[in-house]
Nanobody, 115 residues
């Protein structure tokens, strides 16, 4: 059974940093494309960053230059380093792994940025 466990969320002041982690188990993590999405209250879930199984990254325009996605296949873990956080980054952040029709999501971790 595939499980994704997120950690690292919390409360931070604007301009601060957080690093989210997502540990995967129950599957060959290295074969999957992985990503982070977020959902703010009253808004649709949006893709924040993604990294393919081969290491290609892409980012939402709103986070380019501030967020960095990475993965450590040896640890079955993905990360999202978030710098220069803004109040509008406040949301529940979800990790996701995907390969063909297999699509798995974490339970979400709250990130709150105070002004």
């Amino acid at each position: 059974q595939v499980q994704l466990v997120e950690s690292g969320g919390g409360l931070v002041q604007a301009g601060g940093s957080l690093r989210l982690s997502c540990a995967a188990s129950g599957t060959r993590f290295s074969l999957y494309h992985v990503g982070w999405s977020r959902q703010a209250p009253g808004k649709q879930r949006e893709l924040v960053a993604r990294i393919t199984s081969s290491g290609t990254t892409n980012y939402a325009d709103s986070v380019k230059g501030r967020f960095t996605i990475s993965r450590d296949n040896a640890k079955n873990t993905m990360y999202l380093q978030m710098n220069s956080l803004k109040p509008e980054d406040t949301a529940v952040y979800y990790c996701n792994i995907q390969r063909f029709s297999n699509d798995y999501w974490g339970q979400g971790t709250q990130v709150t940025v105070s002004s």
